[in-house]
């Protein structure tokens, strides 16, 4: 069985500070990893991903993951937040491509001016 | 380019009623889901087919609910005497087949909001 946690459903930061958004999975097999953002009343759009290869990703919008397998953990970060960044999170991970995937929590970024 | 679409993306029944939603996957796309997502919470699997085939399908899914993908393209979800606790987002996924690139990407619809009353 997989499974995901999201540490902290809510984080805040001010407009030019780092952002940090934490997840940690549980797989018995290697994962592919996601992150997801949703804005309000709409789907979900892929940030990034983690399959094979370079355990450093970057995405969209300026955000990146890093995979630790060591620590089970893909937490996502930006340099820098913008207003535009508010939305909520999500962080996902399936065994197999073309499997379901499991989401966590969610986290809502807010961003402060 | 377009994406996945769903429709329709808004919904107010009374309890007791049927409803159902229709997803239309991205066009090279044979692989289809669909998620429930509650207030506050990540979405939940609930269904998936490849083509026509419904190849899996979560405890979630009640016998009130049933999907089907007749023609390997779009695919319907129905949910019959809604109850207020089926209050919730629908969403669907599409992703292209196996061995493709990029084939365990899942792009999302925008969603379709179910109010039960």
């Known amino acids: 069985a997989q499974s995901v946690t999201q540490l902290g459903s809510h984080v805040s930061v001010s407009e030019g500070a780092l952002v940090l958004l934490r997840c940690n999975y549980s797989s018995s097999v290697p994962p592919y990893l996601f992150w997801y953002v949703q804005y309000p009343n709409q789907g979900l759009q892929l940030l990034l991903k983690y399959t094979t290869g370079a355990t450093l990703v970057k995405g969209i919008n300026g955000f990146e993951a890093e995979f630790k397998k060591s620590e089970t953990s893909f937490h996502l970060t930006k340099p820098s937040a913008h207003m535009s960044d508010a939305a909520e999170y999500f962080c996902?991970?399936?065994?197999?491509?073309?499997?379901?995937?499991?989401f966590g929590g969610g986290t809502r970024l807010m961003v402060k001016p | 380019d377009t994406g996945v679409s769903q429709d329709p993306r808004h919904k107010i029944t009374k309890r007791g009623q049927n409803v159902t939603f229709r997803c239309d996957p991205i066009?090279?796309?044979?692989?289809l889901y669909w998620y429930r997502q509650t207030l506050g919470q990540g979405p939940e699997f609930l269904t998936y087919?490849?083509?026509?085939?419904?190849?899996?399908k979560s405890r979630l899914l009640s016998d009130r609910f049933s999907a089907e993908r007749p023609k390997g393209s779009f695919s319907t979800l129905e949910i019959q005497r809604t109850e207020q606790g089926d209050s919730a987002m629908y969403l669907c996924a599409s992703s292209f087949p196996p061995n493709y690139l990029d084939q365990e990407t899942q792009y999302f619809g925008p969603g379709t909001r179910l109010l039960v009353l």
């Open positions: 996902a991970v399936t065994q197999d491509a073309g499997n379901m995937l499991t």
């Open positions: 087919f490849q083509n026509e085939a419904q190849l899996e």
């Open positions: 066009s090279e796309h044979n692989r």
